[in-house]
Structure formats: structure tokens, C-alpha cells
């Protein structure tokens, strides 16, 4: 359902005029004593982030709560995220939390001036991290606050966020070693991008050198970003407190959206009937590709129904774009079903082998939509299709079996979960993976 236009907060009572501001004037003081401890065996203080947040003018239905995970390895409060004590109509008000509580990448850049301007000019240019100009000033203002220590006014907010993370650019490199190709490359990506943030940080003048050259600070704060900003109208990147406790929906969809008014105040609603109990979810990204939401996020969701098939062509045509080659469409599912966008690329793939006339023919057919014509093209060649995915399959099982066993070897040499915490997570991604790919090996099988 759509979001009203300039919505009240929760209670229907009128936005709070008097909130603090947080617009202030950074020193180049670092206040050691008041800083957080960010090693990932420090534990998170969720304790008073409610009272700190409301104090600020954030207001919250009697319905929010933050609830920790009951897996016994949450010993240190690293998955907590938001539920409703009580069950909830659809377009019920969930959360409100004003501008200034909320961290945006162009306030952060107006906020250090000029003096990120080199530091922006580096990322520009960077390959890797050109697109990520939004949080990179997120990145720059959550080490910005790190350092104030006492005196910044998100400091509970700080202390308030993970210090575990599991996400591409907190891997090791026997983690990328354990995952299938294009997971490991996804997961390098955002090292990679990490790696240009930090290159960036040497043209910074107001954060200290220990702080630029604080592996595992550095490390946090970009972690932090990347697992909790959001993307608002405008297409900037925020961070909300609060809002940042709801976790994603996968394959069972959003029960709470979130929008912003023009003054950019956030509110959140259900959307749907949600029953007390439930966790408060929203949408992070494609529930069809677990492998790049672990890469970025962090987790592995095991809910999602489909998995992209893993075709990789680097600068695609135009013409291979438009019969089908996404991502998001070329998709295995979990009964071992195969889509259609993977049956077409991988025919235009096929009949570029035969003859260019072949390959027009079938273009034509399916921008025209002859379905008929289009149908014949893939009866005629269907052998040469199912033996160029089949083959695909097996090859990517055969991944997938090479880094078991090799993870076997590791683990029998004392490389187990204890020194590789991250280990146990990947596993369950390639074992989800080499699931799928049964599944769909055994489809293929039975149709010939």
C-alpha cells in the first residue's frame, strides 16, 4: 500500500519542533577515554538506545521492541532486531524518526566541505568504488563520531551497532578460498571497495592518523555502513537509527515499508497484518541472490526460492540484455526448476556458434513476441541447450564438491570454525547452492 503524503508520527501526534539538532562544528579532538570498543568479542549495548532515540525526538509504537536471537551463539548481542510485542493492523504507524537523528551521505559531505574534496576525487575514479561516493561520507562521518567519543551526540547509537560482521569486506582470505567463484568475487568486490575507502582516508585532514591506519576500525565503520544504510527518494544513502534493527523479509516479503516526508523525516508502517511476536522485516535486496546478499549483508537467506544460475558474461550486448541476460531473471529454483531467461541466453549464446542468420532469426522472434517462431528456434536446438547448461551444472557442482573436500583437509589440520568463525556460514551457503544444483541436474536428466 502507498505511503500518505506528509504522515504523522506514531500516535498521530504532530512532528516534534524542538529536537535536538545535531549540525555541529567538528573538532579535531579525539576523546580516547570516551571511545567504543569496536573488537568483535566487544559486546553491543542495545540497553538504552530506545531512551536515547526518543529523548531525541524519535517516537516508536508501544507495538516496537528489540528483541536479541536466541541462537546460542548470540552470547554477545549481535543479532538483535526489531519485533511487534502485539499484533499489528496493516498501515499501522510503526516508527518515526526525525531529520536530524538520520545520517545521510549528502549531509556528511556539506558537513566536511572541502576538505573531503580530494578524498571524493579518488573514489571518482576508482573502478571499484566510483558509485559509492554516499557512503563513503557515511563511512567518513561514523569515524568522524568514533573519534569524538563522549562528545559526539550519537555515541549510544555507535555502541548500539554490531562489532561482528560477516559480510564480503570482513572475510578473511581462507574465507574467500571456501566460497564457489562467484560468491568469492562478489565478497572480494567489497574488500575491494573497502580497500579504495581506506586508500582515500590518507587525503582526509580531520581524522587521525591512528585512526586511517586502524585495520579493524576502519574494517567496523564500513561494515557498519554497508549492512545498514538504506537508499531514500532522492537516492541518497542514510543511516536511521532505530529503523536499522529491521532485518529482511526474504521470500516471506516486507512487513514494514518505510517513507520520507519532504523535510526528510523517516516513518515506518506495517505493511501488512502483522501477528505479535513476528520480527518487523523489510526488503535489503534480491531474494533471488543469496550469494550477494552474503557478500554484503552478511548472511545467508535461506528462504529465498530461486538462486541466479551463475551464468557470468562480462559486457554483455545489448541484444544478449534484451533476450534476457539479468541476474535477477536467470534464475535456478529450489524444485530444480530452470526460468525462461536462462533457456534464451543460453540459446542466443548457442546459435552465435551456427550462423548469424540463425541467431537474427531468434532475436527477431522474441522482440517481435513470436512466441511460435521462438518456440520452433528452441525445439530445433533444444539438444545443444540442455548439453551447454547441463555441462554448466556439473561444472559448478564439481566446484562446489572440490571446495568440500578441500575444507575437510583444512578442517582436520586444526582450521576449523574456532579460528574461522565465519567458516560455519559458508559452509551452509555452498551447501545451499549444491542443493539447487542437484535439484536442477536432475531436472535435466529427466528430460532427455
Known sequence: SGAPVAAPPVGGAPAPSGSTSFRMRYSSVVDDVGAIDIGEGAPRDVSSIVEWATSHGAQASDCFELVAGADETNRLNNDVFAATNRDLPADSPVLYVPHDLILTGVKARQEFGDEAHAAEEM??????????????????KLLREYELGRQSPWRTWLDSLPRYYSNGASMTDFCFGCLPPYAAELALGEKRRLDRFVEALGEVPFLSFESKNDADLT??????????????????????PMADFFNHGGAEGEDVYVTYDEGGNCYAYSARDVPAGRPLRICYGDPTNPSKLLAQYGFLDESSRATFCK????????????????????????????????????????????????????????????????????????????????????????????????????????????????????????????????????????MM
Open 219 to 240: 574494517r567496523w565503520a564500513f561494515a557498519a555502513v554497508h549492512t545498514r544504510c538504506t537508499t531514500m527518494p532522492d537516492g541518497d544513502s542514510c543511516l536511521v
Open 123 to 140: 573514489l571518482v575514479y576508482s573502478e571499484e568504488a566510483s558509485d559509492s561516493l554516499p557512503q563513503f561520507y557515511l563511512f567518513l
Open 311 to 446: 551464468i557470468i558474461v562480462h559486457d554483455p550486448s545489448q541484444e544478449l540484455v534484451d533476450v534476457g541476460y539479468d541476474p535477477s531473471r536467470m534464475l535456478f529454483y529450489d524444485d530444480g526448476g530452470i526460468s525462461q531467461e536462462v533457456w534464451d541466453v543460453l540459446l542466443y549464446q548457442e546459435l552465435g556458434k551456427v550462423s548469424q542468420e540463425e541467431l537474427q532469426g531468434f532475436y527477431t522472434a522474441h522482440a517481435t513476441g513470436d512466441l511460435t517462431s521462438k518456440q520452433n528456434y528452441h525445439d530445433q536446438y533444444f539438444a545443444r541447450t540442455h548439453a551447454a547448461l547441463r555441462e554448466h551444472v556439473i561444472f559448478l557442482t564439481n566446484e562446489l564438491e572440490e571446495l568440500g573436500l578441500g575444507l575437510e583437509i583444512q578442517a582436520k589440520q586444526g582450521r576449523d570454525s574456532d579460528r574461522h568463525p565465519r567458516l560455519p556460514l559458508i559452509l551452509r551457503h555452498n551447501e545451499f547452492v549444491g542443493n539447487t544444483l542437484e535439484l536442477v541436474l536432475q531436472n535435466l536428466d529427466n
